[in-house]
Nanobody, 123 residues
Framework: QVQLVESGGGLVQAGGSLRLSCAAS????????VAWFRQAPGKEREFVAA????????YYADSVKGRFTVSRDNAKNTVYLQMSRLKPDATAVYYC????????????????WGQGTQVTVSS
Protein backbone atom coordinates (compact mmCIF):
# COMPACT_ATOMS: atom_id res chain seq x y z
CA GLN A 1 0.00 0.00 0.00
CA VAL A 2 1.09 3.54 -0.63
CA GLN A 3 2.37 5.66 2.27
CA LEU A 4 1.64 9.39 2.32
CA VAL A 5 3.45 12.24 4.05
CA GLU A 6 2.07 15.78 4.10
CA SER A 7 4.24 18.85 4.53
CA GLY A 8 4.19 22.60 4.01
CA GLY A 9 1.86 23.62 6.80
CA GLY A 10 2.59 26.51 9.12
CA LEU A 11 1.43 29.84 10.46
CA VAL A 12 0.30 32.47 7.98
CA GLN A 13 -1.61 35.74 8.21
CA ALA A 14 -5.06 36.07 6.72
CA GLY A 15 -4.80 36.84 3.03
CA GLY A 16 -1.55 34.93 2.71
CA SER A 17 -0.66 31.76 0.84
CA LEU A 18 0.73 28.32 1.55
CA ARG A 19 1.52 25.31 -0.59
CA LEU A 20 1.01 21.88 0.90
CA SER A 21 2.67 18.77 -0.47
CA CYS A 22 1.59 15.14 -0.25
CA ALA A 23 4.49 12.84 -1.02
CA ALA A 24 3.90 9.16 -1.71
CA SER A 25 6.06 6.08 -1.45
CA UNK A 26 5.59 2.34 -1.54
CA UNK A 27 3.41 1.96 -4.62
CA UNK A 28 2.99 3.56 -8.01
CA UNK A 29 1.46 6.89 -7.08
CA UNK A 30 0.10 7.45 -10.54
CA UNK A 31 -2.37 4.59 -9.95
CA UNK A 32 -4.31 6.71 -7.45
CA UNK A 33 -6.62 9.64 -7.38
CA VAL A 34 -5.88 11.82 -4.36
CA ALA A 35 -7.98 14.07 -2.17
CA TRP A 36 -7.27 16.72 0.43
CA PHE A 37 -9.37 16.96 3.55
CA ARG A 38 -9.08 19.16 6.63
CA GLN A 39 -10.17 18.89 10.22
CA ALA A 40 -10.54 21.87 12.50
CA PRO A 41 -10.63 21.45 16.29
CA GLY A 42 -13.95 20.06 17.42
CA LYS A 43 -15.19 19.55 13.87
CA GLU A 44 -15.50 16.64 11.50
CA ARG A 45 -12.99 16.07 8.73
CA GLU A 46 -14.21 17.82 5.61
CA PHE A 47 -13.44 17.53 1.91
CA VAL A 48 -11.30 20.27 0.37
CA ALA A 49 -10.19 19.15 -3.09
CA ALA A 50 -9.48 16.09 -5.23
CA UNK A 51 -7.52 15.30 -8.35
CA UNK A 52 -7.79 12.45 -10.81
CA UNK A 53 -5.04 9.97 -11.64
CA UNK A 54 -3.91 11.92 -14.68
CA UNK A 55 -4.42 15.29 -13.06
CA UNK A 56 -6.83 16.26 -15.78
CA UNK A 57 -9.88 16.48 -13.54
CA UNK A 58 -10.12 18.38 -10.28
CA TYR A 59 -12.86 18.96 -7.72
CA TYR A 60 -13.19 21.58 -5.01
CA ALA A 61 -15.37 22.32 -2.04
CA ASP A 62 -17.42 25.45 -2.64
CA SER A 63 -15.69 27.15 0.27
CA VAL A 64 -12.28 27.04 -1.44
CA LYS A 65 -13.14 27.38 -5.14
CA GLY A 66 -11.17 30.12 -6.79
CA ARG A 67 -8.64 30.28 -3.95
CA PHE A 68 -7.18 26.75 -3.73
CA THR A 69 -5.61 24.75 -6.56
CA VAL A 70 -4.81 21.05 -6.47
CA SER A 71 -2.17 19.66 -8.83
CA ARG A 72 0.10 16.66 -9.11
CA ASP A 73 3.50 15.67 -10.44
CA ASN A 74 3.47 11.92 -10.92
CA ALA A 75 7.17 11.89 -11.78
CA LYS A 76 7.82 13.23 -8.27
CA ASN A 77 5.08 11.14 -6.64
CA THR A 78 3.64 14.31 -5.16
CA VAL A 79 0.30 16.07 -5.03
CA TYR A 80 0.11 19.75 -4.12
CA LEU A 81 -2.49 22.03 -2.65
CA GLN A 82 -1.82 25.69 -3.37
CA MET A 83 -3.85 27.81 -0.96
CA SER A 84 -4.27 31.54 -1.56
CA ARG A 85 -6.21 34.34 0.13
CA LEU A 86 -6.36 32.26 3.26
CA LYS A 87 -8.98 32.99 5.88
CA PRO A 88 -8.85 32.22 9.62
CA ASP A 89 -11.50 29.53 9.13
CA ALA A 90 -8.98 27.57 7.07
CA THR A 91 -7.13 26.78 10.30
CA ALA A 92 -7.08 22.99 10.52
CA VAL A 93 -4.98 19.88 10.12
CA TYR A 94 -4.82 19.07 6.43
CA TYR A 95 -4.71 15.45 5.29
CA CYS A 96 -4.24 13.80 1.91
CA UNK A 97 -5.72 10.45 1.06
CA UNK A 98 -5.88 8.07 -1.89
CA UNK A 99 -8.83 6.59 -3.74
CA UNK A 100 -11.30 9.41 -3.15
CA UNK A 101 -14.94 8.52 -3.64
CA UNK A 102 -17.94 10.76 -4.09
CA UNK A 103 -21.45 9.75 -3.13
CA UNK A 104 -23.82 12.53 -3.96
CA UNK A 105 -22.27 15.60 -2.41
CA UNK A 106 -20.23 13.63 0.13
CA UNK A 107 -16.60 12.59 -0.25
CA UNK A 108 -14.62 9.86 1.43
CA UNK A 109 -11.25 8.15 1.04
CA UNK A 110 -11.01 4.45 0.32
CA UNK A 111 -7.25 4.11 0.57
CA UNK A 112 -4.45 5.46 2.73
CA TRP A 113 -4.28 8.65 4.76
CA GLY A 114 -1.25 10.70 5.64
CA GLN A 115 -0.53 11.92 9.16
CA GLY A 116 -1.60 15.50 8.45
CA THR A 117 0.03 18.92 8.51
CA GLN A 118 -1.16 21.86 10.63
CA VAL A 119 -2.22 25.09 8.97
CA THR A 120 -2.92 28.08 11.18
CA VAL A 121 -4.26 31.33 9.74
CA SER A 122 -4.10 34.34 12.03
CA SER A 123 -6.49 37.26 11.73
Amino acid sequence: QVQLVESGGGLVQAGGSLRLSCAASGRTFSDYGVAWFRQAPGKEREFVAAISISGGTTYYADSVKGRFTVSRDNAKNTVYLQMSRLKPDATAVYYCGTEPRRTGSSWSVGGAWGQGTQVTVSS
